[in-house]
């Protein structure tokens, strides 16, 4: 019994002095471990929540942009005569005559919403009556919201039948401020 009593009190004195320091070291280093894991996981779950926070501007800017051709941001005055010949050009009638005439802003109730500018549009055209009704059906589906106050049709030439006619248009088309 004697010899087994030392060998316990060995293995005490070498538990205690060897043994048990090194438990206590791997044990920090496991807490280390966990909490650079822990760390790790919390700035992956925030890189993704800030790329997708990217993405979803990319997309409000996508949409501003369709937004902006829809509605520029500026009056674009020659954007709406190249827009109007290209679409009497595709239509084959003639642009007799444009004229433009700035309307005040509209007001609005939300305060931080942009007000709309409006053009006022008075336009003369020359052409076949297919191609007159084609031009109106091009100028609905522009890019460029443009509507149609009014429209008169009237034969060019009073006297007798022709085939061209004369579509006199009042307009609006609106843009951002």
């Known amino acids: ?15 205690s002095s060897f043994i048990r320091p090194e438990l206590v070291k791997i044990q920090k280093q496991r807490a280390l471990v966990v909490s650079k894991e822990t ?14 926070l990217i993405s979803q501007f990319q997309g409000i800017a996508q949409l501003q942009e369709n937004v902006s051709l829809a509605m520029p941001r500026e009056e674009s005055v020659t954007t709406v005569l ?7 050009k595709n239509a084959q009638v003639g642009l007799v005559s444009f004229s433009v005439t700035p ?4 007001p609005t109730k939300q305060p931080l919403a942009k ?44 006297s007798g039948p022709s085939d061209s006619y004369i579509l006199t248009i009042k307009a609006e088309t609106y843009y951002q401020e």
């Open 39 to 52: 760390l790790f996981a919390n700035q992956q779950t925030a890189v993704e929540q800030v790329q997708k």
């Open 1 to 15: 019994m004697g010899l087994a009593a030392l060998f316990f009190i060995v293995a005490l004195i070498v538990y």
């Open 103 to 106: 309307l005040p802003f509209e």
């Open 115 to 158: 007000r709309l500018g409006t053009l006022e549009l008075n336009l003369v055209l020359q052409g076949p009556y297919d191609s007159i009704k084609n031009f109106l059906r091009f100028l609905e589906t522009n890019v460029r919201v443009i509507n149609v106050r009014n429209f008169k049709v009237a034969p060019a030439s009073s």
């Open 82 to 88: 190249n827009q109007l010949q290209a679409i009497a």
